[in-house]
């Protein structure tokens, strides 16, 4: 039977690791990931799996030396947060480059300056062309279950991709939610040992990270971003199988009350749950309201986007990181730019919320909801703006 | 292994450009993108062999004769045997 328990969804995130059969890990800690590093390193240090934890002493180590032990065909894993992530910007593309699965947490939080350790989407945003897998869970239980299936998909033969998984710092990691811990027995069913592409090993000499010539280089990017683009279609597959076997149904872009709603907003994360608090609370006024929240960021599910919004006139786009000099948020410049070839679109408004740890309560989500109407109804045509910025 | 048409197309590659099979240096032709190729002038040459020592690329080798030739699949046209060939008798042609 599965257990239902009351955990820190950071501890929980480690425990859903310590449940996937892994052969290494490698991780430096930063708030506020600090935690899954410190409890994923207490599970092997106390003999609860056989893993090796490896001590790096930087975040361009901890991701250099997971791809490493991928390549030998090891399950491996690490998880960062914002200037970690950064640092390992490096790598991040050779490994994708490489097809080594690996499964990185990344407990999202503002990047500096000024210097914040509090929760927005900065530190992911920049590593959007790095050809990873990216998700994003909105609460405690899709952190624990997503881990899960992060190693299936990324390590499934025809994906053979990293994976990302976004988990908000703070609002997350640090908040203490009843989880449901699927059954040892039915995850390992789930998750059998990895059966990798190739290896490194001496019996039988392979190359990886190789060089690729002027003649090459164009078609193994080509190659590269196909497979990002078909891994949706096992992403797929892999969620079906994971609804039948634990009953929890995940999509690319998950909807609440959206289906009949004039006006819908996006949200990427944990803030999706608060919007919903919102929704319900106008949706009792009268006010066709809806929520749209994007589960996978890259590959982009332009498809599912698409139907998610086909009947609303307006779509209110929330950002958590900026595009400096950009023509708005990197969600919203996503998002319009996937809707240009509609023949019928909404109309697309972009806030910029909640950077850096500002909090985003019920009301302010009212509030951008019922302002943005207001000037829909007029027919303004605007771009970005920050929400509830003094001046 | 299959051996596949070089230069392959996207859907042939190997995922991740993995090469998979050892000792393969000498089937990947590096030598595509030189501006400029060493030509030898046999009636200088003195049999020296100081193109062959400074080549970078190891590509210069003697024939039966004595004299010097690069192999041309593998060499960068980056002149070090020109300039090193004190008797003039390499001289750097551009590439048509």
């Known amino acids: ?391 | 292994m299959k051996k596949k048409k070089w230069p392959e197309t996207w859907r042939t590659i190997n995922p991740g450009c993995m090469v998979l099979d050892a000792g393969n240096a000498r089937t990947y032709l590096t030598g595509s993108w030189k501006a400029e190729r060493p030509e030898w002038d046999d009636s200088k040459c003195i049999k020296c062999g100081i193109c062959y020592i400074f080549c970078p690329e190891g590509c210069v080798t003697e024939n039966e004769d004595g004299l010097f030739r690069a192999d041309l699949d593998y060499c960068k046209g980056c002149g070090i045997c020109a300039h090193e060939c004190w008797p003039g008798a390499i001289n750097m042609v551009e590439e048509g």
């Open chain 1, 1 to 391: 039977m599965a257990k239902r328990v009351g955990m820190e969804v950071g501890i929980a995130a480690a425990e859903a690791v310590g449940m996937c059969n892994i052969d290494m890990a490698a991780v430096y800690p930063i708030t506020p990931q600090s935690h899954i590093a410190e409890h994923l390193s207490e599970i092997v240090a106390d003999g609860r799996i056989d893993a090796e934890f490896v001590l790096v002493e930087s975040e361009h180590s901890s991701i250099s030396c997971i791809s490493g032990a991928s390549g030998t065909g090891a399950r491996v894993y690490t998880a960062t947060s914002s200037q970690g992530l950064l640092y390992m910007h490096e790598i991040l593309p050779i490994v994708s480059a490489m097809r080594l699965p690996v499964v990185m947490a990344n407990a999202n939080r503002a990047i500096s300056g000024p210097i914040n350790i509090w929760n927005d989407h900065s530190d992911i945003m920049p590593q959007r062309d790095a050809g990873w897998i990216v998700f994003f869970a909105d609460n405690g239980q899709e952190v624990v279950d997503m881990t899960i299936q992060s190693f299936k998909i990324a390590e499934h033969k025809d994906v053979m991709l990293p994976v990302c998984l976004n988990m908000d710092g703070f609002q997350l990691t640090h908040t203490v939610e009843l989880i449901e811990f699927p059954d040892q027995k039915k995850v390992d069913k789930f998750l059998p040992p990895r059966k990798p592409f190739a290896t490194l090993h001496p019996d039988n000499p392979v190359s990886m990270g190789t060089l690729g010539m002027p003649e090459i280089y164009a078609e193994a990017r080509k190659a590269q971003d196909m497979a990002l683009i078909n891994s949706k279609q096992y992403i797929l597959q892999i969620w079906d199988e994971w609804e039948k076997m634990f009953g929890r149904r995940y999509n690319p872009v998950e909807t609440y009350r959206a289906d009949d709603a004039e006006i819908l907003m996006l949200t990427m994360g944990s803030m999706g749950e608060t919007a919903e608090i919102a929704v319900d609370q106008l949706r009792e006024k009268g006010m066709s309201v809806g929520l749209v929240k994007l589960r996978l960021w890259r590959p982009f599910p332009f498809e599912e986007l698409k139907a998610a919004v086909k009947n609303a006139k307006l779509l209110i786009v929330t950002d958590r990181a900026v595009s400096f000099g950009g023509s708005g948020g990197p969600v919203y410049i996503e998002v319009k730019a996937g809707l240009y070839h509609e023949k019928v679109r909404p109309l697309i408004y972009n806030y910029i919320i909640g950077l850096g740890g500002r909090d985003v309560p019920v009301p302010s989500f009212v509030e951008i909801f019922e302002e943005a109407a207001q000037a829909a109804e007029k027919g303004v045509v605007k771009d970005y703006e920050y929400y509830g910025v003094r001046g």
